[in-house]
């Protein structure tokens, strides 16, 4: 039987203008870092993408990396996009990025012109689009002049190519100044995709928050649940199919006793509000209306589910912010920083 999305799918999902665009995300977006490559059943990334549609969410988050190998996750959605999404493009925001090492040789990673529009002429044919909605310099390159990464991010956008642009992991300094030449190039930066968390502060002591706010630029948050650690998954020990346990992108090192004494502690928080501590952590990273969308990460439909909730209740009082505060900072690891602190 042929899959038909939700009616009711617009009817609680809330919308949220992207900066000081005309383009609304939805509060909650999707995204394909993990569990959507080779090492995952193709059924499975299917259920999660119709899961995730039928609840309002309308943005699916890619970059020419994901995977593995590399690009499996857009060619997995190129596929999900033919058999189910073909006749609903126009009520889809689909994003990619370029930043990372992709192939072989000096030409395959980084900012240059060479690489951002070979990059995403790859991209768009895995996925079988003709554009992507938005998309992202996926990291600062030092050695490249920001001049000739802006350069071709508005190429991109006057070729076709994509409808809007944005950076990741830029931190303030350096958002300014790729803000200020797109600005001058007549195609506006409009989004940030930085890494976001009760754990991990980190746009918040560089400023970037109050560049964006300041600058009418939108933002989308990644890993808001901090690779897994809040949730429940982490609360007796590393699970052995965990990101923890394959000690990649999250570090053993990272669980300590101590940090894992605060996350109780958080968990504790989040029931006496009625939420599981990720539905917590996601309205976090979404009070107050200073991030547009929170983008989460699944390995299932139900976890995606559970995201959504938390959008029935994302306020909080003073005491509940400072208890987490209590609790959060002291656990704070600093997972990520920007990149332009990065080699």
């Known amino acids: 039987m042929t899959w038909q999305p939700a009616e009711n799918r617009y009817e609680t999902m809330k919308y949220n203008r992207c900066g000081k665009t005309g383009l609304k995300l939805p509060a909650v977006s999707l995204g394909l870092w993990h569990n959507f490559g080779d090492d ?15 609840l309002g969410i309308t943005h699916f988050d890619l970059a020419n990396n994901y995977g593995p190998p ?19 493009r126009d009520e889809l925001i689909i994003s990619s990025k370029a930043g990372y090492d992709m192939w072989p040789g000096p030409y395959g990673e980084w900012g240059s012109r060479k690489y951002l529009i070979a990059s995403c002429d790859q991209s768009l044919k895995r996925m079988g689009l ?8 996926h990291r600062f390159d030092p050695d490249t002049p920001l001049e000739e990464t802006c350069g071709a991010l508005d190429h991109i956008v006057r070729s076709g190519r994509a409808l809007y642009v944005g950076i990741s992991s830029y931190n303030s300094q350096r958002t300014r100044e790729a803000a ?10 409009i989004i940030h995709q930085p890494s976001y968390s009760m754990l991990n502060r980190w ?11 300041e600058l009418g630029i939108g933002s989308i948050v990644f890993s808001p649940l901090a690779q897994g650690m809040l949730t429940t998954k982490y609360l007796n020990g590393i699970p052995t199919d965990s990101r923890a346990a394959q000690n990649h992108f999250l570090k053993k090192d990272f669980i300590k006793p101590s940090i894992l004494e605060n996350i109780v502690k958080l968990n504790g928080i989040a029931q006496n509000r009625g939420q599981t ?10 009070r107050g209306g200073r991030v547009t969308s929170a983008l989460i990460g699944a390995s299932r439909s139900s976890q995606i589910v559970d995201c959504v909730n938390a959008l029935k209740n994302d306020s909080f009082t003073a005491a509940e912010l400072t208890e987490i505060d209590l609790y959060a900072k002291e656990a704070d690891i600093n997972l990520w920083t920007s990149s332009a602190e990065i080699e």
């Open 130 to 137: 003709d554009y992507v909605d938005i998309f992202y310099s």
């Open 277 to 286: 501590l990720a539905q917590m952590a996601i309205a976090w990273v979404l």
């Open 70 to 88: 590399a690009g499996s996750a857009e060619t997995a959605f190129g596929e999900i996009l033919r058999t189910d999404f073909r006749s609903l």
């Open 40 to 54: 995952t059943a193709h059924d499975r990334k299917v259920d999660m993408c119709r899961t995730a549609f039928d």
């Open 180 to 189: 200020a030449i797109l600005k001058d190039l007549g195609t506006p930066c």
């Open 203 to 213: 746009i918040e002591d560089d400023g970037l928050v109050d560049t964006l706010e």
